[in-house]
């Protein structure tokens, strides 16, 4: 049976801390177009992706224009534009600068062998996690192989696991500022029932879903911290309803997790 991950997540929005007087509209402008693309992975035309990013036609010309002189931006069989290579090179230097990425890689290995299941890591930003490594299992689709993808921290066992970690009222603050929309019909969307997972997690030490990103997925996730209430991501391990129950895959696999994920922590 094939598994995707638990769900897609909007890119958050622009961080705190910055000072406004030091913000440049047309950078902005500029990652506005390439971002454009995560809702819409598909080559644009240049009037599409005006659309897309919020701006008009001229302005989306020349930005265009120039990430496709930086490699920024390619043309798609079809004339349109896609992303190009070059943003492969800086997911590479963002991967090969993480030092919690470098300590991860043979841990994460060995956790793969010993699981024979999906193992991934995921790092928490916020309203969103997103997978940093994606070590695949025998049976996967071809979103769940790919780094870099976002999913909701409320609707994820990752950012419960994460979640878990944060005092009471950090919880409150995300779950009210998510969009919780279903990813699929068995998704928690309610504050109460997630506050019930939230809370499982820290009585356990890991978080679990079931089938509420994928139908016929189970995944189970626990907390990587950088220290008490600072949670940097999670370690994941997903299976197949077709080969586990609930119970028999949280037995088997929660200990695996579980010690992965403090061999990271610290």
């Given amino acids: 049976m094939g598994m995707d991950d638990e769900g897609d997540g909007e890119a958050p929005p622009r961080s705190g801390g910055v000072d406004d007087r030091l913000f440049l509209q047309s950078v902005a402008r500029a990652l506005d177009v390439l971002e454009a693309f995560a809702a819409s992975p598909r080559p644009m035309s240049l009037g599409e992706l005006a659309q897309a990013a919020g701006t008009n036609k001229s302005a989306a010309q020349r930005i265009a224009q120039t990430l496709l002189s930086r490699g920024y931006l390619e043309r798609g069989r079809d004339g349109g534009l896609v ?3 070059r943003i492969l090179d800086r997911s590479f230097d963002y991967l090969r600068a993480n030092p919690l990425i470098e300590r991860a890689m043979p841990v994460l290995v060995e956790l793969r062998k010993a699981a024979n299941e999906r193992v991934d890591l995921s790092l928490f930003d916020d309203l969103t996690t997103i997978y940093a490594v994606r070590l695949q299992s025998k049976r996967e689709t071809f979103y769940a192989t790919l780094a870099g993808r976002r999913v909701p921290t409320f609707a994820s066992s990752g950012g419960r696991a994460c979640l878990a970690q944060l005092p009471d009222e950090a919880v409150d ?3 009210a500022r998510s969009d919780r929309k279903p ?3 068995k998704t928690l969307l309610e504050p ?3 506050w019930r997972k939230v809370k499982e997690a820290r009585r356990d030490g890991y978080a679990y879903a079931t089938e509420e990103a994928l139908i016929g997925e189970v995944v189970l996730s626990a907390a990587v911290l950088a220290g ?7 370690v994941h391990i997903a299976g197949s309803l077709s080969e586990w129950t609930p119970d028999e895959f949280r037995k088997r696999f929660a200990p695996l997790a579980i010690e992965a994920a403090r061999a990271l922590s610290g």
């Fill in 183 to 185: 990813l699929t019909p």
């Fill in 173 to 175: 603050d995300i779950l």
């Fill in 228 to 234: 008490p209430g600072r949670p940097l991501g999670a």
């Fill in 192 to 194: 109460a029932r997630i």
């Fill in 83 to 85: 992303p190009g290579r």
